[in-house]
Protein backbone atom coordinates (compact mmCIF):
# COMPACT_ATOMS: atom_id res chain seq x y z
CA UNK A 1 0.00 0.00 0.00
CA UNK A 2 2.88 2.58 -1.05
CA UNK A 3 1.83 5.64 -1.21
CA UNK A 4 2.12 8.89 -3.60
CA UNK A 5 3.71 12.43 -2.76
CA UNK A 6 7.25 13.62 -2.88
CA UNK A 7 8.21 17.11 -3.16
CA UNK A 8 8.52 17.34 -6.50
CA UNK A 9 6.52 14.45 -7.54
CA UNK A 10 2.89 14.15 -7.95
CA UNK A 11 2.33 12.25 -4.69
CA UNK A 12 3.17 12.09 -1.09
CA UNK A 13 6.28 9.04 -0.77
CA UNK A 14 5.56 6.81 2.03
CA UNK A 15 6.90 4.34 4.39
CA UNK A 16 5.27 0.84 5.83
CA UNK A 17 3.24 2.14 8.88
CA UNK A 18 4.28 0.13 12.45
CA UNK A 19 2.07 -1.58 14.85
CA UNK A 20 1.97 0.82 17.78
CA UNK A 21 0.11 1.98 20.94
CA UNK A 22 -2.12 4.72 21.00
CA UNK A 23 -1.05 7.80 21.90
CA UNK A 24 2.75 6.60 21.07
CA UNK A 25 5.22 9.19 21.63
CA UNK A 26 6.94 10.75 18.47
CA UNK A 27 9.85 8.25 17.19
CA UNK A 28 11.67 10.86 15.15
CA UNK A 29 12.96 14.06 15.26
CA UNK A 30 10.54 16.82 14.47
CA UNK A 31 10.87 17.71 10.64
CA UNK A 32 12.79 20.76 10.26
CA UNK A 33 12.78 20.56 5.67
CA UNK A 34 9.86 21.04 3.70
CA UNK A 35 10.26 17.20 2.24
CA UNK A 36 10.70 15.75 5.95
CA UNK A 37 7.23 17.20 6.80
CA UNK A 38 6.44 15.94 3.45
CA UNK A 39 7.20 12.43 4.64
CA UNK A 40 5.90 12.57 7.75
CA UNK A 41 2.40 13.98 6.23
CA UNK A 42 2.27 10.57 4.23
CA UNK A 43 3.73 7.98 6.76
CA UNK A 44 0.90 9.34 8.86
CA UNK A 45 -2.09 9.81 6.42
CA UNK A 46 -0.67 6.00 5.79
CA UNK A 47 -1.38 5.40 9.06
CA UNK A 48 -4.89 6.41 8.90
CA UNK A 49 -6.12 5.07 5.92
CA UNK A 50 -4.99 1.84 6.85
CA UNK A 51 -6.43 1.60 10.19
CA UNK A 52 -3.12 2.22 12.54
CA UNK A 53 -3.32 5.38 13.49
CA UNK A 54 -0.13 6.38 16.42
CA UNK A 55 -2.15 9.57 17.78
CA UNK A 56 1.17 10.74 18.44
CA UNK A 57 1.78 13.84 20.82
CA UNK A 58 -0.78 13.56 22.95
CA UNK A 59 1.10 12.26 26.61
CA UNK A 60 0.64 14.26 29.32
CA UNK A 61 4.74 14.74 29.10
CA UNK A 62 3.78 16.83 25.42
CA UNK A 63 0.91 18.86 26.64
CA UNK A 64 2.96 20.17 29.61
CA UNK A 65 5.74 20.79 27.15
CA UNK A 66 3.03 23.06 24.88
CA UNK A 67 3.02 25.12 28.17
CA UNK A 68 5.37 27.05 27.35
CA UNK A 69 6.02 26.61 23.53
CA UNK A 70 5.38 25.03 20.21
CA UNK A 71 7.19 24.28 17.41
CA UNK A 72 4.49 22.80 14.08
CA UNK A 73 6.30 21.79 11.10
CA UNK A 74 3.54 22.28 8.87
CA UNK A 75 0.72 24.48 8.10
CA UNK A 76 -2.24 23.04 6.84
CA UNK A 77 -4.81 25.18 4.79
CA UNK A 78 -7.61 23.19 4.50
CA UNK A 79 -11.59 23.22 4.06
CA UNK A 80 -14.17 23.35 6.98
CA UNK A 81 -15.60 20.15 6.02
CA UNK A 82 -16.34 18.15 9.06
CA UNK A 83 -14.97 14.88 7.36
CA UNK A 84 -11.22 16.03 6.13
CA UNK A 85 -9.91 17.29 9.91
CA UNK A 86 -6.16 17.79 9.12
CA UNK A 87 -4.74 16.25 12.31
CA UNK A 88 -6.87 13.11 11.82
CA UNK A 89 -5.92 12.67 8.30
CA UNK A 90 -2.66 13.04 8.77
CA UNK A 91 -2.26 10.84 12.68
CA UNK A 92 -0.51 14.46 14.28
CA UNK A 93 -1.49 15.42 17.50
CA UNK A 94 -0.94 18.60 20.04
CA UNK A 95 2.01 21.01 18.59
CA UNK A 96 2.47 18.55 15.19
CA UNK A 97 0.51 21.04 12.55
CA UNK A 98 -0.80 24.57 12.38
CA UNK A 99 -4.02 24.56 11.09
CA UNK A 100 -6.59 27.03 9.23
CA UNK A 101 -9.69 26.12 7.76
CA UNK A 102 -12.14 28.26 5.65
CA UNK A 103 -14.73 26.82 2.94
CA UNK A 104 -12.59 26.11 0.06
CA UNK A 105 -9.91 27.41 0.93
CA UNK A 106 -10.93 30.54 0.58
CA UNK A 107 -7.94 33.07 1.09
CA UNK A 108 -8.44 36.92 2.72
CA UNK A 109 -6.84 38.61 4.97
CA UNK A 110 -7.29 36.91 8.32
CA UNK A 111 -6.15 32.81 6.30
CA UNK A 112 -3.56 35.04 4.74
CA UNK A 113 -2.20 36.63 8.23
CA UNK A 114 -2.58 33.66 10.10
CA UNK A 115 -0.28 31.53 7.67
CA UNK A 116 2.15 34.14 7.43
CA UNK A 117 2.55 34.06 11.18
CA UNK A 118 2.91 30.23 11.24
CA UNK A 119 5.71 30.55 8.23
CA UNK A 120 7.49 33.70 9.71
CA UNK A 121 7.19 33.91 13.19
CA UNK A 122 7.51 29.96 13.89
CA UNK A 123 9.71 29.28 10.65
CA UNK A 124 7.31 26.03 9.73
CA UNK A 125 8.96 25.01 6.28
CA UNK A 126 6.31 23.77 4.98
CA UNK A 127 2.38 24.84 3.78
CA UNK A 128 0.11 22.79 2.54
CA UNK A 129 -3.55 23.81 0.53
CA UNK A 130 -5.57 20.41 1.38
CA UNK A 131 -8.70 20.48 -1.34
CA UNK A 132 -10.89 17.06 -1.25
CA UNK A 133 -13.23 15.30 -2.78
CA UNK A 134 -16.57 16.61 -3.10
CA UNK A 135 -16.44 19.91 -1.16
CA UNK A 136 -19.77 21.42 -1.11
CA UNK A 137 -18.01 25.08 -1.22
CA UNK A 138 -16.91 24.55 -4.52
CA UNK A 139 -20.19 22.25 -5.90
CA UNK A 140 -22.27 25.62 -4.52
CA UNK A 141 -19.77 28.53 -6.38
CA UNK A 142 -20.06 25.75 -9.45
CA UNK A 143 -23.71 25.76 -9.45
CA UNK A 144 -24.02 29.58 -8.84
CA UNK A 145 -21.85 30.05 -11.90
CA UNK A 146 -24.51 27.73 -13.76
CA UNK A 147 -27.67 29.46 -12.88
CA UNK A 148 -26.87 32.93 -12.08
CA UNK A 149 -28.30 32.60 -8.63
CA UNK A 150 -27.08 34.65 -5.90
CA UNK A 151 -25.85 32.19 -2.32
CA UNK A 152 -27.34 33.64 0.84
CA UNK A 153 -25.25 36.14 2.84
CA UNK A 154 -21.96 35.47 3.10
CA UNK A 155 -21.55 32.50 0.95
CA UNK A 156 -21.70 34.50 -1.94
CA UNK A 157 -18.42 36.17 -0.81
CA UNK A 158 -17.17 32.13 -0.98
CA UNK A 159 -18.43 31.55 -4.48
CA UNK A 160 -17.18 34.85 -6.01
CA UNK A 161 -13.52 34.00 -5.48
CA UNK A 162 -13.69 30.11 -6.51
CA UNK A 163 -15.36 31.12 -9.99
CA UNK A 164 -12.78 32.53 -11.44
CA UNK A 165 -11.11 29.14 -11.01
CA UNK A 166 -14.08 27.02 -12.21
CA UNK A 167 -13.14 24.48 -15.34
CA UNK A 168 -15.57 25.24 -17.84
CA UNK A 169 -14.17 23.05 -19.99
CA UNK A 170 -16.37 20.16 -18.29
CA UNK A 171 -19.51 19.06 -17.49
CA UNK A 172 -21.67 18.39 -14.40
CA UNK A 173 -19.97 16.38 -11.60
CA UNK A 174 -17.00 16.49 -13.49
CA UNK A 175 -17.27 20.16 -13.61
CA UNK A 176 -16.97 19.77 -9.62
CA UNK A 177 -14.13 17.61 -9.71
CA UNK A 178 -11.91 19.55 -11.72
CA UNK A 179 -12.91 23.19 -10.32
CA UNK A 180 -11.75 21.39 -7.00
CA UNK A 181 -8.14 20.82 -8.37
CA UNK A 182 -8.00 23.93 -9.93
CA UNK A 183 -9.14 25.80 -6.83
CA UNK A 184 -6.15 23.89 -4.96
CA UNK A 185 -3.69 25.30 -7.69
CA UNK A 186 -4.90 28.93 -7.47
CA UNK A 187 -4.63 29.25 -4.03
CA UNK A 188 -1.20 27.72 -4.19
CA UNK A 189 -0.30 29.77 -6.30
CA UNK A 190 -1.57 32.34 -4.57
CA UNK A 191 0.65 32.06 -1.43
CA UNK A 192 3.38 31.27 -3.46
CA UNK A 193 3.46 34.41 -5.25
CA UNK A 194 2.92 36.64 -1.61
CA UNK A 195 6.61 38.59 -1.23
CA UNK A 196 6.99 37.17 2.31
CA UNK A 197 6.62 33.85 1.22
CA UNK A 198 8.09 33.98 -1.91
CA UNK A 199 11.35 35.17 -0.52
CA UNK A 200 11.14 31.84 1.82
CA UNK A 201 11.05 30.35 -0.97
CA UNK A 202 13.95 31.75 -2.67
CA UNK A 203 16.36 30.97 0.11
CA UNK A 204 14.97 27.03 -0.44
CA UNK A 205 13.06 27.36 3.71
CA UNK A 206 9.59 27.07 2.20
CA UNK A 207 7.86 24.94 0.01
CA UNK A 208 3.86 25.65 -0.72
CA UNK A 209 2.17 22.12 -2.06
CA UNK A 210 -1.44 21.06 -2.96
CA UNK A 211 -2.94 18.10 -2.03
CA UNK A 212 -6.02 16.50 -2.36
CA UNK A 213 -7.95 14.36 0.45
CA UNK A 214 -9.87 11.35 -1.35
CA UNK A 215 -13.67 10.58 1.05
CA UNK A 216 -13.43 7.09 -0.65
CA UNK A 217 -9.84 5.77 -0.07
CA UNK A 218 -9.28 8.47 2.53
CA UNK A 219 -5.82 8.94 0.84
CA UNK A 220 -4.20 12.45 0.56
CA UNK A 221 -2.20 12.89 -3.04
CA UNK A 222 -0.32 16.13 -4.79
CA UNK A 223 -1.93 18.45 -6.80
CA UNK A 224 0.68 20.10 -9.26
Given at each position: ????LA???A????T?????S??A?RS??R????G????E??AG??RWR??????P??T???????T??QH?????L?CI???V??????????G??M???S???????A???S?????????IP??????????G????????D??G??L??????????IS????R???????????ID???????????A???L????AA?E????????????Q?V????
Amino acid sequence: MAGALALGGAALATTPASASSPTAPRSAPRPGTAGEALRELAAGNLRWRTYRERHPDETPTVRQSLTTSQHPFAVVLGCIDSRVPPELVFDQGLGDLMTVRSAGEVLDEAVLGSIAYGVLELDIPLVMVLGHQSCGAVKAAVQADLTGERLPAHIQYLADRISPNIDRTKDGDARVDATIDANIRAVRARLAAEPDLAAKIAAGELAVVGARYELTTQRVHRIT
